[in-house]
DNA sequence: AGGAAAATTATACGATCTTATAACAAGAAG
DNA sequence: CTTCTTGTTATAAGATCGTATAATTTTCCT
């Protein structure tokens, strides 16, 4: 891919932009390396070339490499969180319709998308060796359980049957969740994505039934 | 680490071994180095080291790395499995027994090892690139659920509780253990071994109250 | 012993990687 | 229109990587 004709001694020109708006721009070609080719996605060059710019950049921007792809997962982790937490925001606010609804979006094509949680499960085989990312993923990790333990225990209140430990339940819960969508992401023959809404609601059923009184 | 006093022409000595031993000690080498450094440390020249031996010894006994990882992979999933099943068979014969060894074996320290699991983690970021790991996956992994439903079918029979669709409560079965399994890796202090064995007995306890039905 | 087969070492080559540095250009500000 | 700031390009240096090839040593077989 040449540059059209320039001349003997022109450098390429180029768009200065707003450092958040390129940082967003690298962060997201960094998942698409990643989506491409896994782990060995995990490059300046290829980095730089799939966002159009030149390698200083990302150093100029990020420092080193590490940083831009913990920024990446950053990106990826609040988009994710963020658009589950609006459909339940959009349900009807009764505790059964927003745990539905939880439910279904993290069963919906957004998330039941190889490429998403292939990404996904590249980030978790960094994290424990990225204090950085680590740090980002407990942080997440946290702010997730406390939403699927908000939603028990609403259900719980609402519906009046016991939970020992609402805490331990939404490790649980959250737990199935990522075993799901891993087994499918590793091997989408396994379930349908209608069967693991089932699975969950299953799961929700023996709740409901006392198996964690 | 030099080598003690060779002449100046010598090469070093080595001991020849039967063509199945060396490849299983490159094995085991790659995933010691993937324990170290993860991802990174997937290389020919790392693991060769680990194993005290040259890097062409790995083109020799598996052509290219890839083949090497994948040998690796599939030397921890027998391993791990085998290590379960066995605990299984040791079991009093009857199914509920059978099955809380199979529990209790998930969360013993074998698996709750991060080191362990943060192997584990990595190759499934591995298998998704790789046809020939994803192959060997797949093919662990119907195993591992065939054994699950069997486990949970000779239950119901045995206490006379209902179950719709008993490959799908494997699958589910074995998704909440992959999870918790990798929510303790990335954060133990997310619950504790023995935690992680009620939350499995939990959902047991919810398919005996038909919660699957 | 002696010799053949194959495991292993040693070395080289080209590609790619990360990071550092200097030159340049784009946009804003005066 | 000029000047300053800084985002961006361009280039280089050194390390590491994967794989190929040839030389050598071990070991087994006769």
């Known amino acids: 891919m040449t540059t059209a004709k320039t ?24 998942l698409r390396c990643i989506v491409k080719h896994g782990n060995a996605g995990v490059s300046v060059r290829q980095i730089a070339a799939e966002a159009g710019v030149t390698q200083g950049l990302i150093t100029h921007h990020f420092g080193e490499i590490n940083e831009l792809v913990a920024y990446a997962f950053d990106i990826m982790s609040e988009g994710i969180l963020q658009s589950i937490v609006k459909a339940v925001e959009e349900a009807e606010p009764t505790p059964k319709a927003r745990l539905d609804a939880f439910i279904t979006a993290s069963f919906s094509p957004i998330m039941m998308d190889r490429d998403v949680l292939g990404v996904w499960v590249v980030f978790w085989s960094l994290i424990l060796h990225s204090p950085r990312m680590s740090a980002s993923q407990r942080q997440e990790y946290g702010d997730y359980v406390g939403t699927v333990q908000g ?47 089932r699975l969950c609601n299953n799961w929700i059923e023996g709740l409901r039934r006392g198996a964690h009184a």
Do not use: H, I, Y
Request: proline residues 6%; hydrophobic residues 45%.
């Open 7 to 30: 001349g003997p001694k022109t450098r390429a020109r180029f768009r200065r932009e707003a450092p958040e708006e390129r940082r967003r721009q690298l962060g997201e070609a960094a």
């Open 151 to 197: 939603l028990l225990g609403d259900l719980s209140r609402e519906e009046g049957f016991v939970v020992a430990d609402l805490r331990l339940a939404a490790v649980s819960f959250t737990a199935l969740m990522d075993g799901l969508w891993l087994a499918w992401c590793l091997n989408p023959d396994a379930f349908r994505p209608a069967e693991g809404v």
